[in-house]
């Protein structure tokens, strides 16, 4: 209606052009800004966006080459259930409990800090699996700087290592492979290596380029070395954040605790949150009461890849919150309130992720150059030959991208995947498990499933050319 007014054209034309482009809209719904820009030009206008919304204000200074300082890496776990990640990260935290550390690690908050006895410091996101992982980043929050892929030595390169792989290669995140259980008779650490090796993932060892470890979460054999090749591979990122400025980061997780009221856990990525910052996080605010590490000791300040849990914010932010230091408390609310606002009004929400029909238009328009797909089948050689013709149907203007292929049905992993890297979902002779139907139904993904070759196919090839009828 705004739109409309602004344009003096009758809302019920703007409301067709929405549906022209494939939107159902009401008259009190907001438009993103580039539907406002698609829709606009549909009556001859042009958008220009002049920064009335309050959420520009929090928009980051670029900060000075000088002022950067190098970083700890910040490290995700993720791999195969069983294999070993848990294991991996209690054995950690165990063995770094500083010297003259009282009491040892006493509760779990999602994240925590290790200080090797050089010095360095790594910091691991205590949320193994890949779900955690593709779930913030389908949130826009893209915090690892580096996964470690545990792989069981006594077994095999499994469903869920390759999509681990996927997901870190997707997000494109340097991988470190833990070759674990090695203190077992039974491992076979160059059974690993082979398999990895046949998926075009060469260990160093091997004359590759991917740093590999043989570990024993258990014993704890080869552990140092993995942390040490893990901060290798981190020096090559370059890590740096300025440490002196207002605090920026990510909320971990949030919970309310029945004594101290809510409990986050965030990740400082820039700058140093101090006790007495006032906080926004996501649609929360409050003043920093008191900062905790993870074992239960009070601090005063916390500097770039430190995690800490905080409390003094008003409620629970989500995981994967972005999260900012306010000087101006009734600007951090004001921020707050609207976020709210925007969440219920967007309820009924424009869509967000791809679908076929909505590449289609893109591709119309012009402003479309990769097409992402997750392909699941219910055998390896429908898979396969599904995946070449795929990846035939690249042109020069769009790429065709295979971010994930497997064998199985379609898991809420593979629709968080989607989700957080624009992909559609194409199953052949296989269904989405109920729960992925959920995630896919709230995230807006696309899931297509058939059961002929040829008309997976054509379906992609009519999108591509941009005159997929919409599905019934
Ligand atoms: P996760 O599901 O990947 O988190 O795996 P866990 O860490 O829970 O480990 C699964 C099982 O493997 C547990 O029974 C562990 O005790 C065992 N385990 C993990 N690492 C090792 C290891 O290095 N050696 C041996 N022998 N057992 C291990």
Same mark, same amino acid.
């Given at each position: 209606?705004?739109?409309?007014?602004?344009?003096?054209?009758?809302?019920?034309?703007?409301?067709?052009?929405?549906?022209?482009?494939?939107?159902?809209?009401?008259?009190?719904?907001?438009?993103?800004?580039?539907?406002?820009?698609?829709?606009?030009?549909?009556?001859?206008?042009?958008?220009?966006?002049?920064?009335?919304?309050?959420?520009?204000?929090?928009?980051?200074?670029?900060?000075?080459?000088?002022?950067?300082?190098?970083?700890?890496?910040?490290?995700?776990?993720?791999?195969?259930?069983?294999?070993?990640?848990?294991?991996?990260?209690?054995?950690?935290?165990?063995?770094?409990?500083?010297?003259?550390?009282?009491?040892?690690?006493?509760?779990?908050?999602?994240?925590?800090?290790?200080?090797?006895?050089?010095?360095?410091?790594?910091?691991?996101?205590?949320?193994?699996?890949?779900?955690?992982?593709?779930?913030?980043?389908?949130?826009?929050?893209?915090?690892?700087?580096?996964?470690?892929?545990?792989?069981?030595?006594?077994?095999?390169?499994?469903?869920?290592?390759?999509?681990?792989?996927?997901?870190? !290669? #997707?997000?494109?995140?340097?991988? @470190? *492979?833990?070759?674990?259980?090695?203190? =077992?008779?039974? %491992?076979?650490?160059?059974?690993?290596?082979?398999?990895?090796?046949?998926?075009?993932?060469?260990?160093?060892?091997?004359?590759?380029?991917?740093?590999?470890?043989?570990?024993?979460?258990?014993?704890?054999?080869?552990?140092?070395?993995?942390?040490?090749?893990?901060?290798?591979?981190?020096?090559?990122?370059?890590?740096?954040?300025?440490?002196?400025?207002?605090?920026?980061?990510?909320?971990?997780?949030?919970?309310?605790?029945?004594?101290?009221?809510?409990?986050?856990?965030?990740?400082?990525?820039?700058?140093?949150?101090?006790?007495?910052?006032?906080?926004?996080?996501?649609?929360?605010?409050?003043?920093?009461?008191?900062?905790?590490?993870?074992?239960?000791?009070?601090?005063?300040?916390?500097?770039?890849?430190?995690?800490?849990?905080?409390?003094?914010?008003?409620?629970?932010? !989500? #995981?994967?919150?972005?999260?900012? @230091? *306010?000087?101006?408390?009734?600007?951090? =609310?004001?921020? %707050?309130?609207?976020?709210?606002?925007?969440?219920?009004?967007?309820?009924?929400?424009?869509?967000?992720?791809?679908?076929?029909?909505?590449?289609?238009?893109?591709?119309?328009?012009?402003?479309?150059?990769?097409?992402?797909?997750?392909?699941?089948?219910?055998?390896?050689?429908?898979?396969?030959?599904?995946?070449?013709?795929?990846?035939?149907?690249?042109?020069?203007?769009?790429?065709?991208?295979?971010?994930?292929?497997?064998?199985?049905?379609?898991?809420?992993?593979?629709?968080?995947?989607?989700?957080?890297?624009?992909?559609?979902?194409?199953?052949?002779?296989?269904?989405?498990?109920?729960?992925?139907?959920?995630?896919?139904?709230?995230?807006?993904?696309?899931?297509?499933?058939?059961?002929?070759?040829?008309?997976?196919?054509?379906?992609?090839?009519?999108?591509?050319?941009?005159?997929?009828?919409?599905?019934?």
């Amino acid at each position: 209606s705004e739109v409309a007014t602004m344009m003096d054209k009758p809302v019920t034309d703007i409301i067709s052009a929405c549906m022209m482009l494939g939107m159902m809209v009401t008259m009190n719904q907001r438009l993103d800004a580039e539907t406002l820009k698609i829709v606009a030009e549909e009556f001859n206008y042009t958008v220009e966006f002049v920064g009335a919304e309050v959420e520009e204000s929090i928009e980051e200074v670029e900060d000075k080459e000088e002022d950067l300082l190098p970083r700890a890496p910040i490290i995700t776990v993720m791999g195969h259930v069983d294999h070993g990640k848990t294991s991996l990260l209690d054995y950690v935290r165990k063995a770094n409990v500083i010297a003259g550390e009282s009491g040892g690690i006493t509760q779990h908050i999602g994240a925590y800090g290790v200080t090797l006895e050089d010095g360095q410091k790594i910091a691991f996101l205590d949320t193994p699996g890949h779900e955690a992982f593709t779930a913030m980043r389908a949130r826009g929050a893209q915090v690892t700087d580096l996964v470690i892929i545990v792989i069981a030595a006594d077994d095999d390169v499994m469903p869920q290592t390759k999509e681990a792989i996927s997901h870190a !290669q #997707a997000a494109n995140v340097p991988i @470190v *492979f833990a070759i674990n259980k090695v203190d =077992k008779p039974n %491992a076979n650490p160059d059974n690993i290596k082979t398999q990895l090796s046949s998926m075009n993932l060469l260990v160093e060892d091997w004359g590759g380029n991917i740093q590999s470890q043989e570990i024993s979460a258990k014993t704890g054999q080869g552990i140092d070395e993995l942390l040490e090749k893990v901060l290798l591979e981190a020096e090559v990122l370059e890590l740096k954040a300025n440490p002196d400025k207002n605090a920026v980061g990510t909320v971990v997780e949030a919970q309310l605790d029945k004594g101290r009221g809510y409990v986050s856990t965030i990740l400082v990525q820039a700058g140093t949150l101090k006790i007495g910052d006032y906080l926004l996080a996501g649609k929360h605010s409050g003043k920093v009461r008191a900062m905790f590490d993870e074992r239960g000791n009070k601090v005063q300040v916390a500097g770039p890849s430190t995690p800490v849990s905080i409390l003094g914010l008003d409620g629970a932010p !989500q #995981a994967g919150d972005k999260f900012n @230091v *306010f000087e101006d408390e009734r600007e951090a =609310k004001q921020i %707050a309130a609207k976020r709210s606002q925007l969440q219920r009004e967007q309820s009924v929400r424009t869509q967000k992720t791809l679908t076929l029909d909505e590449i289609g238009r893109r591709i119309a328009l012009g402003d479309f150059k990769e097409l992402n797909i997750i392909l699941k089948g219910d055998v390896d050689g429908s898979v396969e030959a599904l995946t070449d013709s795929f990846q035939k149907l690249s042109t020069e203007e769009i790429q065709v991208n295979i971010l994930h292929k497997g064998v199985g049905a379609i898991t809420e992993s593979d629709v968080l995947l989607a989700s957080a890297s624009d992909a559609i979902i194409i199953g052949f002779n296989v269904r989405p498990q109920s729960n992925a139907r959920v995630v896919a139904d709230r995230e807006e993904v696309d899931i297509r499933t058939y059961s002929i070759i040829y008309d997976a196919i054509n379906d992609l090839k009519d999108a591509m050319e941009g005159m997929l009828s919409p599905e019934m």
